[in-house]
Nanobody
Framework: QVQLVESGGGLVQAGRSLRLSCAASGNIFSISALGWYRQAPGKQRELVAHITSGGTTNYADSVKGRFTISRDNAKNTVFLQMNSLKPEDTAVYYC?????????????WGQGTQVTVSS
């Protein structure tokens, strides 16, 4: 069994920062890629940032230059540093992990953490 648990969400004013964390635990052999997605009310879930096992990153255009994704392989944890937050960043943020559990490659999702940015 594999679990992803996000933390670090909350309510902040526009222009401030938040740092999200997502820790994977359980029967994990190796983690390939990690990502952060978000879903605002009435909208589809969208990719925010993604990082491969080799450290290659990519970002949604809307967050480039403001958000930074990073990972701690020793702790099976992925982070999302969010700076210069805007009201339009308000959403539930989900992490995911493409990982090997036993001999099976599978995509896992966290339960989500709410980020609310006030103007």
């Amino acid at each position: 069994q594999v679990q992803l648990v996000e933390s670090g969400g909350g309510l902040v004013q526009a222009g401030r920062s938040l740092r999200l964390s997502c820790a994977a635990s359980g029967n994990i052999f190796s983690i390939s890629a990690l990502g952060w997605y978000r879903q605002a009310p009435g909208k589809q879930r969208e990719l925010v940032a993604h990082i491969t096992s080799g450290g290659t990153t990519n970002y949604a255009d809307s967050v480039k230059g403001r958000f930074t994704i990073s990972r701690d392989n020793a702790k099976n944890t992925v982070f999302l540093q969010m700076n210069s937050l805007k009201p339009e960043d308000t959403a539930v943020y989900y992490c995911n992990a493409l990982l090997y559990s036993s001999s099976t490659l599978k995509l896992y999702w966290g339960q989500g953490t709410q980020v609310t940015v006030s103007s």
